[in-house]
């Protein structure tokens, strides 16, 4: 088996803005492996800055190491990953895919076969009129699922934001989710899910920064708002450290994200523990381009969850690897059309 990596920096349409900033772009390398019959597995390593465990810095350099022991015949173990769960998980996707052929086609999944998966409509931080203007096109296009991003603008419009939504559509009709990016302090947080209770939301995600456990839990036992964890699960790497974060905690929900935790192994072993403790969940993309998106697509369809999932972030990208993936009345499907990775081989 050969390998190598090509880095591709993914250009936003439109600059979109969290709690942590407005991204402009973002940074993907893709492991790729060639086998003797000439098929080649690709996995990507997606990483945002400031959010994974990765530092820009090092990831090349550590995707360069692996590329160099697969070529000398050495044999990778997932303890040589450390906590770097984004160049793990390019290894896993990379192996899987050219176990299979090297079609991107990991999972034998009912996505392949026709049955699409429910997405949630993601509606970035901006200016009021902004952020409007996405909800009314999510809707028009078919979503009934929409995610807010949330605690970037002044709290008020946010509020009036969603009760705006409330006006026209009832809980039946639409469902809202909203993400806070841990973007509330600890002293406010409770007062401001006080007053988003009151419009009938799904939940919010890490209304508060992670690492702060006590502190969540309290928010999590007096909340009238169910409670997502998401960068909360950043790091925590051991069974026994995941156990304890759920029983500490104890959340409404959890979402996982494999380029963030460590890949499709690592997300199970999360779903095994919340599932023993009821806990719900759901699987996020967190920004790859379409060959990652792919990959969690088809393996949360292995699942069969019947909740709307945070796929779809795709079409963000003017530069994406064209796919057969597309959405189409808030539904992530897989085409028959063939993939092109020129843009990888430039």
Not at 50 to 64: A, C, F, M, Q
Not at 252 to 260: D, G, T, V
Request: proline share 4%; net charge negative.
């Amino acid at each position: 088996m050969r390998t190598q990596y090509k880095k591709h920096i993914l250009q936003f349409k439109v600059p979109s803005g969290t709690s942590r900033g407005v991204l402009r772009n973002k940074y993907s390398w893709f492991l790729m492996l060639t086998d003797n019959s000439g098929n080649i597995g690709v996995g990507e390593c997606s990483v945002i800055e400031g959010l994974n465990p990765e530092s820009l810095s090092d990831v090349e350099g550590y995707i360069e190491k692996i590329c160099n022991k697969i070529n000398e015949g050495e044999l990778i173990s997932r303890e040589w990953f450390g906590n770097k769960p984004s160049v793990l998980f390019a290894y896993e996707m990379a192996m899987m895919d050219i176990e299979r052929g090297g079609q991107r086609r990991l999972f034998d999944c009912p996505l392949l076969h026709g049955s699409p998966i429910p997405i949630n409509g993601l509606v970035w931080m901006g200016e009021l009129p902004y952020m409007r203007q996405q909800i009314i096109e999510k809707i028009q296009s078919g979503y009934r699922c929409i995610k807010l991003k949330i605690a970037a603008i002044d709290f008020q419009e946010e509020l009036e934001l969603i009760k705006g939504i409330r006006r026209e559509f009832s809980e039946d009709d639409i469902e809202i989710r909203v993400d806070a990016n841990g973007g509330f302090t600890v002293d406010e947080a409770l007062d401001r899910l006080e007053h988003l209770s009151q419009y009938g939301l799904h939940s919010i995600e890490q209304p508060i920064k992670a690492n702060q456990w006590e502190e969540m839990a309290r928010l999590v036992e007096h909340s009238p708002l169910p409670i997502a964890l998401d960068e909360e699960l950043i790091g925590i790497k051991t069974y026994a450290d995941k156990k304890q974060l759920l029983q500490i905690i104890n959340p409404e929900y959890i979402i996982l994200k494999p380029s963030l935790v460590g890949g499709f192994a690592e997300s199970k072993e999360w779903i095994n523990l919340a599932n023993d403790q009821k806990i719900g969940w759901w699987i996020t993309s967190a920004l790859e381009s379409n060959v990652g998106l792919s990959a969690i697509a088809q393996w949360t369809s292995t699942l069969r969850s019947d909740m709307y999932q945070g796929l779809g972030t795709g079409q963000l990208f003017t530069n994406n690897i064209p796919c057969p993936l597309y959405i189409h009345n808030g539904h992530l499907h897989h085409g028959d059309d063939l993939w092109d990775l020129d843009l990888l081989n430039d």
